[in-house]
């Protein structure tokens, strides 16, 4: 069991630019969700992709974009970045889509944009 | 929509004490409820949940929830809380069959056990 990786931890973007945040998966869990984290509040939902597709999406702009890979690591892109967008990015893998086992979270990237 | 409200941002006791850390949720369908926690530069960890069946639910490391449908709470509590028991706790549900199967969080409460 290796949990779930995140990379980077850190990342500091201007304003207009893309970023990529990267996920590995725990061994053997096929859905990820990934949850923006502004400071002070909790996690809000991004999206949720299961077996490479996505399986539901919450109220983020489509600038907000994902991809799931058959060795489900997962990324999560960004283009035109906004000062809003800074916060902490948690991805989390599940055995199976509704996660009721439980997500397992990383321990997130935080995103700066100046 | 579902929604989670966590009454206190922030709940500072004394090593050894009771605590509880109230949330109160909304949804017009039955839910899932969760609590996670959440260490200093870490990820969320899973600390218990309620699916079905008995409303008490436990952790391992003594805390404890109770489901409480009239008042759409779920409330966390521990009898002696230690100094390792600081950290911010979220309260989260979720609607089965929602889209993505989305948890949506509270606000968090920030547990501060002092010595």
């Known amino acids: 069991e290796t949990g779930v990786t995140q990379s980077p931890t850190h990342l500091i973007k201007t304003r207009g630019q893309q970023v990529t945040l990267r996920c590995s998966s725990q061994s053997g869990h096929n859905t990820v969700s990934w949850y923006q984290q502004a400071l002070g509040q909790g996690p809000q939902f991004i999206f949720q992709?299961?077996?490479?597709?996505?399986?539901g999406r919450g109220n983020f702009p489509p600038r907000f974009s994902g991809l799931q890979f058959p060795n489900y690591s997962s990324e999560l892109n960004v283009n035109a970045l906004e000062l809003d967008d800074s916060a902490l990015y948690l991805c989390?893998?599940?055995?199976?889509?509704?996660?009721?086992?439980?997500?397992?979270f990383g321990s997130g990237t935080r995103l700066t944009v100046v | 929509a579902q929604s989670v409200t966590q009454l206190d941002s922030q709940v500072p006791v004394f090593e050894e004490a009771p605590v509880e850390l109230r949330c109160n949720y909304s949804?017009?369908?039955?839910?899932?409820l969760f609590w996670y926690v959440q260490y200093p530069n870490q990820g969320l960890q899973l600390l218990l949940k309620y699916l079905s069946g008995s409303t008490l639910v436990e952790s391992i490391n003594g805390f404890e929830a109770e489901f409480n449908k009239s008042q759409t709470s779920f409330h966390l509590r521990k009898p002696s809380v230690h100094i390792s028991d600081t950290a911010e706790y979220f309260c989260?549900?979720?609607?089965?069959?929602?889209?993505?199967?989305?948890?949506?969080f509270g606000g968090g409460t920030r547990l501060m056990v002092k010595p």
């Open positions: 989390a893998s599940s055995l199976a889509p509704t996660g009721w086992d439980g997500y397992t």
């Open positions: 992709y299961y077996r490479e597709e996505e399986n």
């Open positions: 989260a549900v979720s609607e089965p069959g929602n889209a993505g199967n989305m948890l949506t």
């Open positions: 949804s017009s369908v039955s839910v899932y």
